[in-house]
């Protein structure tokens, strides 16, 4: 046998094997609310190759490929369990056994690893807490697929209605295209599912998910109740009220708190997901996720201050184009954002720099910052320069942001690539708030260099869904726990 035929036996006996695993992943996450992880990547739902290609991924992460021969055992202990609702990485199982020298069971190791999501220690099974998108643009519609997909166990979190401006008296044609714009987009490929629209109820249909278009001008005018809508978080996705005052206005008959996709001003709380949400006050019913940029670059800012200190740092974002700029030259409010997006580079400002002293207030470190719109449609790149507070290697530098990425409480924020032909559109649909870059790294002495990819669309939409989750009660533990 020759070794290309070692190599596609092999190939093929590991499709079996992840193909095997589809159901069982299914089964744990519809009837018990488990969400089986590879190194905080969800496996629910993925097909075979997609499980394939994420343990080989971890080879990037990790240094070594990680095997479905390796997580399988584990995967089949868990499903001997009686767990309750949780977030488990068969990946950390995995590389936790490893270096475990006790020489238990693969079956004892896994109930001892998960121990807290079994027996009394579990949590029980929330009801669905509804959720209301105001606003359905670029984040609305991707906070949409996200909240869609995760509904698939029938608690957490449930997408109850949809609030656009008046159509206008053409409520069906309306209906029509926010429905298509659903389905399709440009970028991010098509929905994972069916969308089906019930006019006479103004009714977009996703995957079984029936959500509410409701049709109003001002956030007032709305009685949520009137939709059987109850205790429900709304996302406003407009950025038009960024204030305590104006964002207030949503809290309607059956509203309890409201997200902000943007940066919220004054004493508005500024969320970053993974590095002050458990700072979010039971009582606060108004928060902002901060922009996606704050979101890149804070999480590896705080990654950098616990190791090394940081004394000051500058970033400098390379970002797509957004709908606030002009297609074509025409009149725009900001110096020169009316010039055209797609022809040219734009020099702008970013509050991302400002942003990062709501969520590292303990950061005494002054960092400033300043941006460059390019003629690309998703993923942007920050480029965070530090002065430490030691002197470090880039060999340090990486082995820490490499296992930050892995094993840390910030490993749903921060990603990590070493591939040395790695472009912007390589990181579209990445979950992640950023990606470490390794080959650009620069480090010197006290300064250091990183450069950060971010999905400015997606990634960002999966933090805010992330701070939802925390809001509402239904972020559910992970296992092993990460190291702190």
Not at 22 to 34: F, N, Q, T, Y
Not at 266 to 279: A, E, F, L, S
Not at 387 to 416: G, N
Not at 421 to 449: C, L, M, P, W, Y
Request: proline residues 4%; contains cysteine.
């Amino acid at each position: 046998m020759t070794v290309n035929d070692d190599s596609f036996t092999n190939w093929k006996h590991r499709e079996e094997i992840a193909e095997s695993m589809i159901p069982m992943i299914g089964k744990l996450h519809r009837e018990r609310d488990v969400t089986v992880l590879l190194h905080s990547r969800s496996l629910v739902n993925k097909s075979v190759v997609s499980i394939l290609k994420t343990h080989r991924f971890a080879r990037q992460i990790a240094g070594a490929e990680l095997s479905v021969t390796d997580t399988l055992p584990f995967l089949q202990a868990l499903t001997a369990l009686d767990l309750g609702p949780s977030q488990i990485d068969i990946g950390m199982l995995a590389a936790t056994y490893k270096d475990d020298d006790r020489g238990l069971p693969v079956a004892e190791f896994t109930a001892e690893a998960v121990a807290g999501a079994t027996g009394e220690g579990k949590i029980d099974r929330r009801e669905p807490r509804d959720v209301v998108l105001y606003g359905f643009g670029r984040i609305g519609r991707l906070v949409a697929r996200l909240l869609i997909e995760k509904a698939g166990s029938g608690n957490g979190l449930r997408l109850r209605a949809i609030v656009v401006r008046g159509s206008g008296g053409r409520a069906g044609e309306d209906l029509v295209k926010r429905a298509s714009l659903l389905r399709r987009d440009s970028i991010h490929g098509q929905f994972q599912g069916t969308i089906t629209i019930d006019e006479a109820a103004s009714t977009i249909v996703a995957n079984g998910n029936a959500v509410k278009v409701i049709y109003a001008d001002d956030p007032t005018q709305v009685d949520y109740t009137a939709y059987g809508i109850d205790n429900a978080i709304l996302i406003d996705n407009t950025g038009k009220w960024r204030d305590r005052e104006g964002l207030s206005n949503h809290l309607r008959p059956g509203i309890d708190k409201v997200v902000l996709t943007a940066p919220g001003k004054g004493d508005v709380p500024n969320i970053v997901h993974g590095v002050n949400h458990d700072m979010i006050k039971p009582d606060e019913r108004i928060l902002s996720c901060a922009s996606c940029t704050t979101n890149a670059i804070v999480p590896p800012l705080k990654a950098m201050e616990d190791e090394f200190g940081v004394v000051r740092g500058h970033v400098e974002t390379v970002h797509s184009f957004t709908n606030d700029q002009n297609l074509l030259d025409n009149y725009h409010k900001a110096d020169r954002r009316g010039r055209s997006a797609p022809l040219n580079m734009v020099i702008t400002e970013t509050g991302a720099a400002s942003a990062v002293a709501k969520a590292l207030p303990d950061l005494e470190a002054k960092i400033t910052g300043s941006s460059i719109r390019v003629p690309v449609p998703d993923v942007s790149i920050a480029i965070l320069n530090l002065q430490l507070a030691r002197e470090t290697t880039r060999e340090e530098v990486l082995d820490h942001l490499r296992e930050v990425s892995l094993t840390s409480p910030l490993k749903r924020q921060i990603d990590f690539i070493s591939a040395p032909d790695a472009v912007s559109s390589d990181f579209i649909g990445s979950r992640h708030a950023s990606i470490v870059d390794a080959g650009a790294t620069k480090v010197e002495g006290d300064n250091a260099i990183l450069y950060l990819w971010y999905d400015n669309e997606f990634g960002y939409s999966c933090q805010v869904v992330r701070v939802v989750q925390q809001v509402s009660g239904v972020e559910y533990p992970t296992y092993p726990a990460p190291a702190v």
